[in-house]
Each structure stands twice: as C-alpha cells, then as structure tokens.
C-alpha cells in the first residue's frame, strides 16, 4: 500500500494524478464499523495526529492505535493508498467547503467518497455528511454507526473497554486483538529471580493501555521456543502479561508491562515487542508469599497457553 503525506514537498512533485474512491475519516482502531467505511474504496484520508490532540488537548483520548499500526491494519483491507493530513492550527483553520473543493476535489480527484454518519471537517466542525450529499460533483456514501448484540461500535466506547480491561470484547468490536508494543527495557530481573523471565515495557501515555490485570497476549512474530532472538517469520506466540505494580514486592517502580513468552529464554533488551490482548486471567493482586505468587503464575502460564491455542485454532502454539 502506497502512503501519501500531504502536502509534498516540492522535492516529492504532485500527488499521483487518478481519480480515486476515498474513505474519509480518524479511524483510530480501524474497527468494524470504520471497516464498513473503507470497504470498496482504494484510497484512505486520515489525519495525524489525532484532531482532538490538537483542538481540546486538555481532553484527548487516549489512542487505541498509533499510525504505523493504523496503516497497518487499513493495508490489510485491499486499500490502494493511505493519505494521511497533519492536522495542526493552521489545518484546522480550513473551511469545510475549502476541504471538499481544495483536498478532496483539488488534489485527491475524488469521485467517490464514503464517510460515517458522525463524521465532521473544517473549521468549528461545520462540515457534515449532508454538505458533502449536497455536493453535486461527489457521490457521497454516508455510513450508519454499526451496532453488534445492541452495543454502537465506536473508538470512545471501545477505550472504555480497554482501559477497563475487558480486552476480549474490545477485540470483538475492534475485529482483531488491541496491540501494544514497545522496545524492551532493562527491569530488576524480579521475574527471572521467580522462574519466570518477563520483557518489560513502559505504557505509553499517548496510547489506551488495558487496565491493572493478568493477560493472555499473543505476541506476533515472537521465538520460537528454546530460541535466543526474536523470529520475524514466526507465528504468534503465547505469554502472560501483567500490567501493573507489583504489590507483593517493596518497590519504587511505577506502572510497567511485564510479558513472559512462554517457552522463551534469551535477551531481548532493544527488541521491539509486539503483544495481542486476547484474554483477561485476573486483577492484579498482592500475595502473602514469593511461593504463592509463583503457584499462581504457574496457573496464568497454563492458562494462557490454553487461550493462544484455542485462538490459533491448535491445543497447542506450533512451531514454525
């Protein structure tokens, strides 16, 4: 999938000359109901960062995808090319109609263009889906919110379902498990001391990460068991993830993302980890003992092996 930044710099020329079919939105998450949005459409506008960062920063949500994993998951649905705006002051500033006759019409040639019912552009978000019906040059697709089992799929309701830790049916509605990913940190090496070595990563504040809790996660492209290095061409591989504190230790640390990939032993200090929430195990919660943390990760293991096989649709994680 070809990535179009707007706008070019002269060194770059001018914007492929095509008539294009456009889908037109933030679409963070890329979730079912954007997916209705960009079916049939070869090209996809969306804008960095985050509109909301930039016209009431004081009350942005938190992302549930960055913009590679946003392009990621939109290259995945047969789209021709991302266009992606930097939304900044002076964008803002734009007119709804200087947006369909100087983007959408000017330098996109769109012909088609599909929106969702909430969808709003230009200055104070005057722009709506009717002004673009009304456009005679446009044929406008506007797109009703999708509802699953009587719950509107949208980004705001599917953060409240991450940030509460409800990471199974956040996937449902996202159409693939939250990601998270991070480059592995240097850590006390409390979990290789209780027999079970963990990756750490620190949340990032810009993103939605899953509330405090034990997680079944997949961590794509991960080692094969008994490897030393992370395998690029390899199939998901099953961990248990805690996200949290670490209450049944004295320690000064803040929040932190502790991955154990199951069957792993090796460094990992520098890799970039991906992790797939599939499942919530349990709260995190303090135990008595060193030995009855470790009974009761020697659980979470078993069970979040469990979970990855039946998500991989194998009782077990194949190797490669």
């Given at each position: 999938m ?17 008539d294009?079919?456009v ?27 985050h ?12 992302l549930l ?7 990621e ?24 109609e ?14 088609r ?19 673009l ?28 379902l991450?940030l509460?830790?409800?990471?199974a ?7 693939a ?54 395998r ?19 320690t ?12 792993f ?48 649709g194998?009782?077990?994680?194949p190797?490669?």
């Amino acid at each position: 999938m070809q990535i179009t930044r707007l706008p070019l710099s002269p060194e770059e020329g001018d914007v492929e000359r095509r008539d294009r079919e456009v889908a037109v939105g933030t679409f963070d998450g890329v979730h079912l109901g954007h997916r209705e949005v960009i079916r049939g459409a070869d090209s996809v506008l969306t804008f960095d960062p985050h509109p909301a960062t930039v016209l009431t920063p004081q009350r942005a949500p938190r992302l549930l995808t960055s913009l590679e994993r946003k392009a990621e998951l939109i290259a995945g649905l047969g789209v021709r090319e991302l266009i992606v705006i930097p939304f900044d002051a002076a964008f803002a500033q734009r007119s709804a109609e200087e947006f369909i006759e100087g983007v959408l019409l000017g330098t996109l040639r769109a012909r088609r263009v599909s929106v969702g019912a909430n969808f709003h552009f230009g200055r104070r978000a005057q722009g709506s889906p009717a002004m673009l019906l009304a456009q005679g040059r446009l044929s406008t697709t506007v797109h009703e919110l999708l509802e699953i089992d009587g719950e509107v799929v949208s980004s705001s309701r599917i953060r409240e379902l991450v940030l509460a830790g409800e990471v199974a049916r956040a996937g449902e509605l996202l159409g693939a498990p939250l990601r998270i990913e991070g480059e592995v940190l240097h850590g006390d090496r409390r979990g290789r001391e209780l027999g079970f070595p963990t990756a750490n990563l620190l949340p990032d504040p810009r993103m939605a990460t899953p509330a405090r809790g034990v997680y079944a996660c997949l961590a794509p492209g991960g080692p094969k068991p008994g490897d030393t290095r992370l395998r690029r061409e390899s199939p998901f591989r099953p961990a248990a993830v805690n996200i949290g504190v670490r209450p049944t230790f004295q320690t000064d640390g803040g929040e932190l993302i502790e991955a154990h990939l199951i069957d792993f032993s090796g460094e990992l200090y520098g890799e970039r980890l991906k992790l797939d929430f599939i499942a919530r195990l349990r709260e995190e919660r303090r135990f008595e003992s060193a030995q009855a943390l470790i009974e009761q990760m020697r659980l979470d293991v078993q069970e979040a092996r469990a979970l990855a096989g039946a998500w991989t649709g194998s009782a077990t994680v194949p190797d490669p």
